[in-house]
């Protein structure tokens, strides 16, 4: 089971905007430690060394370079809990970085204490998105899921990824699934990692609903389980009326 997080990682391509981001956590005092890298490498090698954080992602400039980079880390870290500051008025943006796994999106309108609430939140294990964006997020992530839906998962994934797909379902991590299984956890990564590829999916949440759907027909492509609902701590522009919702413990 992975420990709570003990420390903060910030980053952003611009050294002045990660080291005051970083100044400004420290000045809440989280009882967490704060570090931040300016650059890919730096990143990964903080990881590598370390990656029992949470990692939050600055992607305010015009280039899609943030949402490469945490394609790339959630591929080589599955279970890194990952944060987004976006601009507003980039709707796709919010619907692509849930699609590669991020656990909250705060805005740069928004000010510290919103991050601070939204580190808390994901700390927690749940999903921080603000309420009026819910249903432009599931919308989009709906839409981006056709091609999932229309092919048949017997032709596509063979009986071991189809057992590791209903496992993912039922919310166990990498490791758990190996023990269970008797596998590596290396085969695991690479496992899933091809199921991705074949479904036309990107995280574990959405190998979840495709398990869960396809349940539901009369010859399931993968062996049916329940679907564990996620959790969502939805707060309000205002920060009134939040709502929670259950999701299951690990994606």
Known sequence: MRSTPAQIL?????KLHCELLAKGLESLQLGLGILCASDPESLHALLEEDEN????????SVNASAISLAKQLRARFSRLP?????QEGRPDRAVEVFRIGALGIVYCTENLSQLA??????LQGEVWVRRADLAMIFEGLLKNNVRVTDVSGKALLSPREEEISMLV??????REISRTLRISESTVKNSLFHVFEKLGISNRVELARYVNDSSESQEPAIPASSLPQPRLAVVSPNETNATTIRRAKAL
Do not use: H
């Open 169 to 174: 379902a039922e919310g166990m991590s990498n």
């Open 117 to 122: 609430r939204c580190i808390e939140c994901v």
């Open 82 to 86: 990952i944060i987004f500051l976006l």
């Open 10 to 14: 910030v980053y952003d391509t611009s």
């Open 53 to 60: 954080c949470v990692l939050i992602v600055s992607d305010t």
